[in-house]
């Protein structure tokens, strides 16, 4: 009998695009916000290796908000400093003092007291515990602050970027190094420090794009593998989300070019998804055009890359609405000594989560380290192994061939 899953390992590893890929979609195009002319390009780019791979592609298009900067400026005590507004933050002149909120949780905002000032929020870990930037914008707002300003929890003068909704802000949000951060905490215990900033933005529409591509199987129950391709304004988003765009891209070469593909038991979609850094836009709208209206009804899995190589990072696995699944899987990774810890909950923050809602089974494989340099200048393919981004590849190719030539999904 022939080892399908040593095939498509062997396959994965020998693949060149893995890396090609990266680099191609970093370097060479380099920051795609959803929307843009560079996004348009590696959706272009997307299509063509799909079809290069023997895939029928077509692209999904859908119309959404965007913030377009017009004016940012931020001062201390008329000293100007490096600042990024958040997507959508309110455009105001704004001056005043601020709150420094050490360590935010739920337990410091109910003592914390900073009506009329600009909370000033030390890191908080997004992805693993902590609150939200949202979470803790909406405690700001709840509290009566006039501003917000979040500073980064790498060191180094590095400015993150992100947003906080997918409309303006209650009051102007923005963030600093962490550098500023303590110099502003510095001054004010002088009591020094006065802030002044000018955040002017306005809404446009704009059109993306999710590129998808087919490999059909015996039966139109379909397995999805997605990634989203585009990044924030300021970095090339190697980690997030080349790595992921890679492993679409070497799975979708790989079962292309393997035997399984004669006898293939489910219908396999690989999809990339645009908008997902303006707030998991693009996989909202296909589930919407697709799911909810019935035109392709038969998901029974939706696997989600997001994040799949960093250097030192720990690799992880989520499954969510499917215990038996989740049972096989773990039994699977542990059979062949896969490097990978497996936990059973829902998706948060990534495109799976649009899936998850309509109750679909859904797998999510990442890797994550401190610092990552998401969502910043440095998220370059540097930060990432190329040999653990193939062995990611591997895990989730090999995941993929079992659960549907073992008919668990
Ligand atoms: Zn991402």
């Given at each position: 009998m022939?080892?399908?899953i040593?095939?498509?390992?062997?396959?994965?590893?020998?693949?060149?695009?893995?890396s090609?890929?990266l680099n191609y979609?970093?370097?060479?195009?380099?920051s795609r916000?959803?929307g843009?002319?560079?996004?348009?390009l590696?959706?272009e780019?997307?299509?063509?290796?799909?079809?290069?791979?023997?895939?029928?592609?077509?692209?999904?298009r859908?119309e959404?908000p965007?913030?377009?900067?017009?004016?940012?400026?931020f001062?201390?005590?008329?000293k100007s400093?490096?600042?990024?507004?958040f997507h959508?933050?309110?455009?105001?002149?704004?001056?005043?003092?601020c709150?420094?909120l050490?360590?935010?949780?739920?337990?410091?905002?109910?003592?914390?007291?900073?009506?009329?000032?600009?909370?000033?929020a030390?890191p908080?870990?997004?992805?693993?515990?902590?609150?939200?930037?949202?979470d803790?914008?909406?405690?700001?707002?709840?509290?009566?602050a006039?501003?917000?300003?979040?500073?980064?929890s790498?060191?180094?003068?590095?400015?993150?970027?992100?947003?906080?909704?997918n409309?303006?802000?209650?009051?102007?949000?923005?963030s600093?190094?962490y550098?500023?951060?303590?110099?502003?905490?510095?001054?004010?215990?002088r009591?020094?420090?006065a802030?002044?900033?000018s955040?002017?933005?306005?809404?446009?529409n704009?059109?993306s794009?999710?590129?998808?591509g087919?490999?059909?199987?015996k039966?139109?129950?379909?397995v999805?593998?997605g990634?989203?391709?585009?990044?924030?304004?300021?970095?090339?988003?190697a980690?997030?989300n080349?790595?992921g765009i890679s492993t679409?891209?070497?799975l979708?070469e790989?079962?292309s070019?393997?035997p399984?593909l004669d006898?293939l038991p489910?219908?396999?979609?690989?999809?990339?998804?645009?908008g997902?850094?303006?707030?998991?836009?693009?996989s909202?709208?296909?589930v919407?055009?697709?799911?909810?209206?019935?035109?392709t009804?038969?998901?029974?899995?939706?696997?989600?890359y997001?994040c799949?190589?960093?250097k030192?990072?720990v690799?992880?696995?989520?499954t969510?609405?499917s215990?038996?699944?989740?049972n096989h899987?773990?039994?699977?990774?542990?059979s062949?000594?896969?490097?990978i810890k497996?936990?059973?909950?829902?998706?948060h923050?990534?495109?799976?989560v649009?899936?998850?809602?309509?109750k679909?089974p859904?797998?999510?494989l990442?890797q994550?380290?401190?610092?990552?340099?998401?969502h910043t200048?440095?998220?370059?393919?540097?930060?990432v192994?190329?040999?653990?981004l193939k062995?990611?590849?591997?895990?989730?190719?090999?995941?993929l061939?079992?659960?549907?030539?073992?008919?668990?999904?």
């Amino acid at each position: 009998m022939r080892d399908n899953i040593g095939d498509v390992i062997g396959s994965i590893w020998s693949s060149t695009d893995v890396s090609q890929n990266l680099n191609y979609i970093c370097d060479t195009i380099g920051s795609r916000p959803a929307g843009s002319e560079s996004a348009h390009l590696a959706g272009e780019y997307i299509k063509k290796k799909l079809e290069e791979y023997g895939l029928e592609t077509h692209t999904h298009r859908f119309e959404h908000p965007c913030w377009e900067k017009e004016i940012a400026e931020f001062f201390l005590d008329k000293k100007s400093l490096a600042a990024i507004p958040f997507h959508f933050s309110k455009s105001e002149d704004l001056s005043g003092e601020c709150y420094i909120l050490d360590n935010p949780s739920e337990k410091s905002f109910e003592r914390a007291s900073f009506q009329g000032k600009i909370l000033l929020a030390t890191p908080t870990k997004q992805r693993h515990g902590g609150m939200s930037r949202k979470d803790m914008f909406k405690k700001a707002v709840e509290g009566g602050a006039i501003g917000f300003i979040q500073m980064s929890s790498t060191l180094g003068g590095v400015l993150e970027t992100g947003s906080i909704g997918n409309d303006f802000t209650e009051i102007p949000a923005l963030s600093c190094s962490y550098e500023t951060g303590k110099l502003i905490d510095r001054m004010q215990k002088r009591g020094k420090g006065a802030i002044t900033l000018s955040i002017k933005g306005k809404k446009v529409n704009k059109s993306s794009y999710n590129i998808i591509g087919d490999l059909y199987g015996k039966s139109d129950n379909m397995v999805i593998s997605g990634a989203h391709y585009d990044t924030w304004d300021i970095g090339p988003g190697a980690f997030d989300n080349g790595t992921g765009i890679s492993t679409v891209l070497g799975l979708a070469e790989t079962i292309s070019k393997s035997p399984i593909l004669d006898s293939l038991p489910n219908s396999l979609r690989f999809i990339f998804f645009s908008g997902e850094e303006l707030g998991i836009l693009g996989s909202e709208a296909y589930v919407k055009d697709y799911i909810d209206s019935d035109k392709t009804p038969n998901v029974s899995l939706m696997c989600n890359y997001d994040c799949t190589n960093i250097k030192g990072g720990v690799r992880g696995a989520f499954t969510s609405n499917s215990i038996p699944m989740h049972n096989h899987i773990v039994d699977f990774v542990e059979s062949r000594g896969f490097d990978i810890k497996m936990s059973l909950r829902p998706p948060h923050g990534t495109d799976a989560v649009h899936f998850a809602h309509r109750k679909i089974p859904t797998f999510g494989l990442a890797q994550f380290t401190a610092p990552s340099y998401m969502h910043t200048a440095f998220d370059t393919p540097d930060k990432v192994d190329i040999s653990g981004l193939k062995n990611s590849t591997a895990i989730a190719g090999a995941i993929l061939v079992d659960v549907i030539t073992q008919q668990i999904v």
